[in-house]
């Protein structure tokens, strides 16, 4: 346990640090966000909400891809002690890569959805045009964010992200209500449209913006190194995450029994609201760390052990509320949710554990640690929810993320051991 003396400290030192700023930020909107998503899910019926799950996951994993990891290396390379020129250039490099890559990946997507890859529903194949064109705004916006975030503009990076989820939860909710779905995803992409604008203007107000494309080749190399890196294990983590929305969209054909998963799936956001601030909050500063092994390490276990009680009462929280409340709410419409919502809930949690240790791994420059997590979980997940779904059903597909959730947490354990030991 900690003892008093040390959790003032630590208080005192996340607060300098910007932490309840930017947690304060990601409280409010998670929970406006949150509040925005059960409107919706008031508003549409289960079927559309398996709809957006299937297209937000394609979204988070195509988003990677497009992006090509070089928000990633702008956070890496600018946490790092360089001159304020050399992290400029570095930022317009990663700029200039990501609108290509990111361009160059809807069209292909474009094509693609024409001859019915993703989806045999017929609405889903007319949304992805517009569920997916935030490759390109959203991907572009969290080159900002990473620029940001390494410069450690803490309270910039949470006034953006409370700017922009605020205004895409109004647009959302005034939409929805007037065109259902459609609505709903014509006011996801103006938001970003709009961030996208503000950072751009903010950026500018410090900065003078010429991408000059020959430097950006020059540059390539350093970016590359951790951008690959970084783009394998993100992808391999995503697509480990959401292996059993991927099996739902294609090997069951009950839409709105993937909607009630889906909506299970959907509570386990606010389980990540604090692991994220903190992995955010800490990433810039253990790469700043990286040659001081001991300060390194004492910094880690102070937050490490700090995560792991947060995690823990969430969960419990969430499994002892969770139910009651959403059957006051809804009137018993997705009560049906409720079946697979705790399996979910306790297998995002055990992923969540490794948050802290991810981000640690990614400090140290050990990105190819996170590559073996993400691909080790990513090939148990596949197999435990292929026999888990034929065997139980959709069901099955719940009880598999406890299964993937340990295998994660244990395989990140490991790798941040042998990362640490090479410091």
């Not at 990633?72 to 990501?98: D, G, I, M, P, V």
């Not at 910039?156 to 647009?171: E, Q």
């Not at 390539?220 to 391999?236: C, D």
Request: hydrophobic letters at 50%; glycine letters at 4%.
């Amino acid at each position: 346990m900690l003892i008093r003396s040390e959790i003032t400290n630590i208080f005192k030192n996340i607060h300098q640090k910007g932490f309840f700023h930017l947690l304060s930020a990601n409280l409010l909107i998670q929970v406006v966000s949150f509040a925005s998503q059960l409107f919706v899910a008031g508003i549409l019926s289960p079927d559309d909400i398996g709809r957006i799950k299937i297209i937000q996951t394609y979204l988070s994993i195509f988003s990677i891809v497009a992006g090509m990891g070089f928000n990633a290396s702008t956070l890496k390379l600018c946490s790092e002690n360089r001159t304020n020129e050399e992290k400029n250039s570095l930022f317009q490099s990663a700029l200039f890569f990501t609108i290509l890559s990111t361009l160059s990946l809807y069209i292909i997507i474009l094509f693609l959805n024409f001859l019915r890859i993703f989806s045999s529903d017929k609405l889903i194949q007319w949304l992805i045009p517009l569920g997916l064109f935030p490759l390109f705004s959203n991907s572009i916006f969290m080159v900002f964010v990473s620029f940001f975030q390494a410069t450690k503009k803490i309270k910039l990076i949470s006034n953006l992200t409370i700017s922009n989820k605020l205004i895409s939860i109004v647009a959302i909710l005034i939409l929805t209500s007037w065109y259902g779905i459609k609505g709903y995803y014509v006011a996801y992409n103006l938001s970003f449209i709009l961030m996208l604008i503000i950072s751009f203007r903010i950026y500018t107000s410090h900065f003078d913006f010429k991408i000059n494309t020959s430097k950006s080749f020059l540059n390539f190399s350093q970016h590359w190194k951790y951008a690959k890196t970084s783009m394998f294990a993100y992808l391999f983590s995503e697509i480990s995450a959401y292996v059993d929305i991927l099996f739902l969209n294609f090997f069951v054909k009950d839409m709105h029994q993937i909607g009630f998963y889906s909506f299970a799936l959907t509570l386990t956001v606010l389980l990540k609201l604090i692991p994220t601030t903190v992995q955010q909050i800490t990433i810039p500063y253990f790469s700043s760390l990286s040659q001081q092994k001991n300060e390194f390490t004492t910094a880690f276990n102070r937050y490490n052990k700090m995560l792991y009680l947060i995690i823990i009462l969430t969960l419990l929280a969430a499994l002892a509320f969770a139910p009651l409340l959403l059957h006051l709410i809804f009137v018993g419409k997705y009560d049906p949710s409720m079946q697979f919502f705790p399996y979910l809930a306790i297998g995002w949690s055990l992923r969540l554990s490794a948050q802290l240790q991810n981000g640690a791994i990614f400090g140290l420059g050990k990105l190819h640690y996170n590559v073996y997590t993400s691909s080790i979980t990513l090939i148990f997940n596949i197999v435990t929810i292929s026999i888990f779904l034929y065997f139980l059903g959709i069901t099955g597909a719940a009880y598999a993320s406890i299964f993937g959730g340990i295998v994660f947490a244990v395989c990140s354990r490991y790798f941040f051991s042998k990362a640490k030991a090479e410091m």
